[in-house]
């Protein structure tokens, strides 16, 4: 049974303070929630993925990965998300609270496909609220292909570049930014 491992790699970024704690939360919208596209399944067969690991690797603090095992697709969005905003100064809660200025990822695509090259397709809608207003929200999808040189490890770079670019493409300055601008 093979297995996809999902890395994210934080980048150092310099954001905007949004003068209060952020909370993300994070909600799978995919109607089909399966990883393999139909050429992936007729290449590895339908149990290809027993499960998505997602370690995270620090450009910015290389010697402190943190890895986790076993994730749910929601808990790798909201890992990652959370680790690109707290490595870069922003305090992450846990906690929903009244106070905390709400992240909501929504996953429309997270799938991994090959035809003659292996293509990863990630999406998502980002949406950031203020006491329960939308003051941002962005609709992200990134796709990323790769030739096949090395088998499903090559379909694993294609997920993960495409995962990658779509965590970095949220404009959390841009967004951030409406919260003085009223």
């Known amino acids: 049974m093979a297995n996809l491992s999902i890395n994210y790699t934080v980048n150092k970024e310099h ?3 949004p003068k209060t704690e952020v909370f ?3 909600i799978d919208e995919r109607p089909n929630k399966e990883v393999l596209g139909n050429g992936a399944k007729t290449s590895f067969g339908k149990d290809a993925i027993g499960y998505i690991m997602m370690p995270v690797i620090y450009a910015a603090i290389p010697h402190e990965p943190n890895i986790k095992e076993k994730d749910n697709l929601t808990q790798i969005f909201n890992s990652a998300m959370a680790e690109r905003l707290s490595k870069n100064g922003i305090m992450v809660t846990s906690e929903k609270e009244s106070t905390a200025l709400a992240i909501d990822l929504l996953i429309k695509h997270f799938i991994l496909d090959i035809n003659v090259t292996w293509v990863g397709e990630v999406g998502y809608v980002a949406k950031i609220k203020k006491n329960g207003k939308i003051i941002c929200e962005t609709d992200i999808y990134e796709k990323a ?3 096949n040189w090395a088998g499903f490890d090559s379909g694993g770079k294609a997920l993960n570049e495409a995962f990658n670019k779509a ?3 949220l404009d959390v300055n841009s967004c ?3 919260l003085y601008s009223s």
Do not use: H, L, R
């Open 167 to 169: 965590i970095n493409k």
């Open 145 to 147: 292909t790769v030739f």
């Open 15 to 17: 954001f905007i303070d």
């Open 24 to 26: 993300i939360a994070t």
């Open 176 to 178: 951030f930014s409406k």
